[in-house]
Every structure is written in structure tokens, then in C-alpha cells.
């Protein structure tokens, strides 16, 4: 890198969950969901600004107290359940550019389901994609292999049948493929270009950040912060 690359993190945080209510300032750990997020935001080396993006007064104030920068509200009609992503996406770099000229490099999409994840895994997604030509970077964790193409069977009737044509004889978990899933995602960079010319956050070009399955723990539900309470307590005792 020859330059130093704007980069702008955003942060969705709309008020309404069905899963969890005010999922994003839920305790975990003694401090509310949504913290670990900021913080993580705040020690990235390579964030150049940071913002979050709300429709809930009590995230708004939360978060201004902590120093996030919010130059505006997320519109109603973008904080309903069934909302796209890109859709506040696109709505975010457009009112930035429109109120301040302002247009960065690349964009990373922090979501506050993600705990775990670290500034690290942050700079690594980020690294990859300034020293690439990739138009984006992915999180993702290895799929288990008893959830894999060849283990999946569906029903047809009352019988089941694999999903997958299979060779009993090779299908082992030693000859099967890696597949890998977006955990959560707990990180997705691309470059401006990516998402205002495209219409994307994937583009064609994708590179993988592979993380570990703890660090992957994505809240959906009440087991989830039961798992992520764990592992962050052991993480706090060592």
C-alpha cells in the first residue's frame, strides 16, 4: 500500500428485533451487545471513520455518548425486518456524498451480531482487499462436514433420498470437499466502486477471510449469547 486508502465502517443498528428484543443493546457480559462492535471499530488500524447507522433513539444516544459518529437517521421505511442490507447501504454513501462530497475508497459492513470478532480479523479482511484487486473480502467458516451437499437429504414422500448423487464407498469425511458459509457476516469489505457502480457488496471478484468458529458466533437467538457468554468469559479470564 503506497497510500493511505479512506476507509469508512458502517454499523447497522436498527431498534426492532423479533429474535431477541432491543437485540443490540442486550447485556452480554456486562456490556451491551452493540459495545463490542464499537470497540473493535475503534482499535482497526486501517478504519479511517467510523458511523452507525439507527432508526432507534436509545442506540443513537448509546452510541453518541461512546463517541460514534451518526450524521443522520436510518429512514423508517429502511428499518423494517425485511429490508436489504445494500438497500442502507446505498442510502448511507448517498446522503454522505449529497451532504458532504464525501466518497471513500472502501467500505467495511460491521454488523453488531458478531461479538467476537476482533480489529484483527478486521485489518487482516481489510490488508487483503487493499493489496488485491478484489472487489470485496468475505468472513466465512468452514461448513462441518455432516452439513455438507453430500451428508444433506431431502424428503421426497415419506422416504428420504441424498440431495447429492453419492458414492457410498466415497463418501467419507477425509474425501469430501471444503465448503465454507458468511458467518453472519461478521465482515464484509468492498470498494466504493463495488457497491455504486455494481449495485453490490460481493462484486465478481470475492476473497475469503476464514475464521474460526468461535470468533464466527453470530446472535440470532438467547442459545447464542449463552455460547458467546461463555467463550467471552473465558477470553476475559484469560
Request: hydrophobic share 35%; glycine share 4%; proline share 5%.
Amino acid at each position: 500500500m503506497t497510500e493511505k486508502k479512506e476507509v469508512l465502517a458502517i454499523i447497522p443498528a436498527r431498534g426492532g428485533s423479533k429474535g431477541i428484543k432491543n437485540k443490540n443493546l442486550y447485556p452480554l457480559c456486562g456490556q451491551p451487545l452493540i459495545q463490542y462492535t464499537l470497540d473493535a471499530a475503534k482499535k482497526s488500524k486501517l478504519i479511517t471513520r467510523t458511523i452507525l447507522s439507527t432508526d432507534d433513539e436509545q442506540i443513537r444516544k448509546f452510541c453518541l455518548e461512546r463517541g460514534i459518529e451518526i450524521p443522520f437517521m436510518r429512514p423508517v421505511e429502511l428499518a423494517d425486518d425485511l429490508t436489504p442490507m445494500i438497500d442502507v447501504l446505498l442510502y448511507t454513501v448517498e446522503k454522505l456524498a449529497e451532504n458532504e462530497n464525501y466518497k471513500p475508497d472502501y467500505i467495511l459492513l460491521l454488523q453488531p451480531t458478531s461479538p467476537l470478532r476482533t480489529s484483527e480479523h478486521i485489518d487482516e479482511a481489510l490488508t487483503k482487499l487493499l493489496n488485491s484487486d478484489a472487489d470485496s473480502v468475505v468472513s466465512v467458516e468452514g461448513v462441518p462436514h455432516r452439513f455438507s451437499p453430500e451428508s444433506v437429504m431431502v424428503e421426497e414422500g415419506e422416504y428420504l433420498k441424498p440431495y447429492l448423487p453419492i458414492e457410498e464407498k466415497k463418501n467419507l469425511r477425509q474425501l469430501k470437499k471444503g465448503y465454507f458459509a458468511r458467518n453472519g457476516a461478521a465482515i464484509y469489505a468492498f470498494s466504493y466502486h463495488t457497491l455504486v457502480e455494481k449495485n453490490s457488496i460481493y462484486g465478481e471478484k470475492i476473497l475469503s477471510l476464514k475464521m474460526d468458529r468461535k470468533s464466527s458466533i453470530d446472535i440470532d437467538d438467547i442459545l447464542d449469547i449463552e455460547i458467546a457468554e461463555f467463550f467471552l468469559s473465558q477470553k476475559n479470564k484469560n
